[in-house]
């Protein structure tokens, strides 16, 4: 995905520019009949790594799926199509870390202006009309489901109110509104397909085994998995959070214990490869419905649900984010250090914590016949960190991948008060709990889900039931490894632009987050080449 915007626009803003990009898959972007097929088509599948993760402790030893785009334009060909920037505080937290304006909200605003092609006009100082990802809504598709107004309502009657103009991409984030994805009139938009790549040259089905580093630490080109090199001014790695610190370390940039262990020439002891891994752990629900046939759900009798404009995007209306309590928090950040740390970044600004979602449809492995309607929760902040390593020399190898998922007490926290949460809201004294919804269908081995559910319940629900939202990133961190102009320190002609550079847990799904950074990465690039030019 990055690869292909950033090579576009480097291509845009030099023309004379020669640009190579490797991928290690095919090119689909003339294959019409992934841009309307569901992303659960395609996970696990030829255009997916198929990565799994280690056995995690915190997951009751499970080894869990780890999805990545294998083919050009990367997770854009498989993803969900979401589009949710977060908070303006994720990336002021973002630049404080850095020490970058830059990467602030009003740093990057212009940036994900610049990638939108938004629905209406509503709100112009915070969103891009030209831009070349269409963005969507269930309205602005005449996509009005039968239970759309009945959640607005539940959700007011528990305290967490619509944002202005339902605009989930303001900045604000705690509360609920539209949901948004990039889609154009429901098709998927493969990022080679909305940025074009005429006059750069693409290699596809063609894996990178290593950047070549010379004597005085600068990236001097790339050697294939096959032995071909190939030599160029500078190196972009966009491999993403598992395959990028997975490339660096091949070629001799990494913790040193790690690049000794195999043998690997130490060019440079970077120890911050590889480590910070965090992802969002999601866990869906099922919910049986009181009276099946009012037509609330996708399988039922109702024939309106059948209509074209129904199959334009994912079967939900709006999207929730909701608080955990301050002294929550503190008491939770207390076991995880010993103490309460008032700097501690949780702390220091209001924060959604958890993104709730209702499906119109069950989920596995119930199946969809009109019975159940499913939630989806998504911890949206996590402190749990992981690692990604390598288990060989061998560039064909998987890397090691440890999410290290559910690890800490603030996370516990934060899905404890969240799953009670969402069952007062799906069964309590609410717009759904009095008139819809009946009561939680759980898993084999457990009992229906309620407000009063025990600790030590809820985190067995998360255990047998969370999973990766497939937000990887972290992995070659914007100021352990990367400077804020992208640079892989010590290195030359050496800079990374993918998820892997994210500082932070960014509170939304990753896809806006990383376009944004893509669209500002080819800037910097662009003016730092301008600048060599011209002798500055």
């Not at 404080?96 to 990057?108: A, F, K, M, N």
Request: with cysteine; aromatic share 8%.
């Amino acid at each position: 995905m990055v690869a292909t915007e950033v090579g576009s626009r480097l291509k845009q803003y030099q023309s004379s520019a020669r640009i190579l990009i490797i991928e290690a898959g095919p090119d689909v972007s003339g294959n019409s009949d992934i841009l309307y097929s569901s992303p659960l088509d395609f996970l696990g599948g030829q255009f997916d790594w198929c990565y799994k993760s280690t056995p995690q402790k915190g997951l009751d030893g499970r080894q869990i799926d780890i999805p990545s785009g294998r083919a050009l334009g990367g997770g854009s060909v498989i993803n969900s199509c979401g589009w949710f920037r977060g908070s303006r505080a994720d990336y002021d937290s973002w630049s404080e870390v850095v020490g970058d304006p830059r990467w602030s909200y009003d740093g990057q605003l212009p940036y994900f202006k610049k990638t939108e092609k938004w629905y209406d006009g509503l709100n112009p100082e915070s969103h891009g009309t030209d831009g070349k990802l269409r963005i969507e809504s269930p309205v602005s598709m005449n996509r009005i489901f039968p239970l759309a107004d009945a959640i607005g309502r539940a959700w007011e009657e528990l305290g967490v109110h619509r944002l202005p103009d339902g605009d989930f991409n303001a900045g604000i984030n705690i509360g609920f509104g539209d949901l948004n994805e990039n889609r154009a009139q429901g098709a998927r938009q493969i990022a080679p397909l909305v940025y074009p790549l005429d006059g750069v040259t693409v290699l596809t089905d063609t894996l990178v085994g290593s950047i070549l580093i010379d004597e005085s630490n600068s990236a001097i080109g790339v050697r294939l998995a096959d032995g071909t090199d190939i030599l160029s001014d500078e190196v972009i790695a966009s491999a993403g959070a598992f395959r990028t610190p997975q490339l660096l370390m091949l070629s001799g940039l990494g913790p040193r214990g790690t690049l000794e262990g195999h043998s690997i020439e130490v060019k440079a002891d970077i120890p911050g490869i590889g480590q910070n891994l965090n992802d969002h752990v999601i866990v869906y629900l099922n919910w049986k419905l009181k009276d099946p046939s009012k037509g609330y759900a996708l399988g039922s009798s109702n024939t309106i649900l059948a209509e074209p404009r129904f199959a334009t995007g994912s079967p939900m209306s709006y999207v929730a984010s909701t608080r955990v309590p301050r002294l929550d928090l503190e008491a939770a950040i207390a076991r995880d250090q010993g103490k309460v740390d008032p700097s501690h970044y949780l702390l220091k600004r209001e924060w959604a914590m958890a993104e709730n979602l209702v499906l119109y449809l069950a989920m596995p492995p119930l199946g969809i016949d009109g019975t159940h309607i499913s939630t989806a929760q998504m911890g949206l902040k996590p402190t749990s960190r992981g690692t990604v390593t390598i288990s060989s020399k061998n560039p064909t190898d998987s890397p090691v991948i440890d999410p290290n998922y559910f690890a800490t007490e603030v996370d516990k926290a934060v899905w404890r008060y969240s799953l009670r949460n969402i069952a007062t809201f799906m069964t309590g004294d609410t717009a759904l709990g009095r008139d819809v919804v009946e009561c939680e269908t759980p898993l084999p081995g457990f009992e229906p889900l309620t407000p009063h559910a025990s600790d030590d319940y809820l985190d067995s629900r998360v255990k047998a039931q969370g999973m990766s939202t497939f937000h990887g990133c972290g992995t070659c961190a914007m100021g352990a490894v990367v400077d804020t102009d992208l640079r892989v320190k010590g290195i030359r002609n050496l800079r990374v632009v993918d998820a892997s550079v994210l500082p932070i847990s960014i509170g939304a799904h990753i896809q806006a987050a990383v376009y944004a950074l893509a669209e500002q990465a080819a800037v910097i690039i662009s003016q730092d080449k301008t600048s060599l030019a011209q002798g500055c």
